[in-house]
């Protein structure tokens, strides 16, 4: 069974973290733009800018599916669930923070800032993620984190949320041989 890490209370005081972080970025150049990388950093990037907003900011928030630009794509990964990508903005010398669930490989985040290049050119791209698990196979490193979590060999860190999972929030530690949560 699933270990759970993180609960809902965790998670919300994350977002409070997140959101105090970014309000004190002082490289904004023409702006904020949050972009989620889809699915649940599309929430997350929601929740953020929702935070961000009650302390008077008014950031532009976007969602990203970066798997057109993926390394691997030759192969048809993840053809099956290619999400809608909504940046309705120019980013050009705004500063952009790019929002996922789960940082591993850095493949993603490769790929994600790829894709941003094809809406302008930010002044500065930030990465936030909730947990950070290590593994990297690129280096790219996050500048907003929640948590680090090791995991061992053949587990997972699952992020479940509210509204994309239909479920309370928590961050789950899944081991090899594990039930999803």
Known sequence: MATKLFDEEWIGTAFNRFANTIADEKNRGDGLAII???TRGAEMADR???ALRAK?????????????????????????NIKPTEINFDITNRAVILVDDVLLTGRSVRAAMDGLLHYGRPSCIR???????????LPIQPDIVGAHVDV???GWVRVKLQKTDNR??????????????
């Open 127 to 137: 990465l936030c993620v909730m947990v950070d698990r290590g593994g990297r196979e």
């Open 168 to 181: 309370q929030d928590a961050v789950y530690l899944v081991g090899q041989g594990d039930e999803e949560p």
């Open 36 to 38: 989620g990388i889809q």
């Open 48 to 50: 953020i800018s929702e």
């Open 56 to 80: 008077g900011e008014e950031p532009l928030t976007g969602y990203l599916d970066p798997t057109m630009f993926r390394d691997d794509l030759h192969t048809g990964a993840g053809l099956k």
């Open 152 to 154: 061992p060999k053949g």
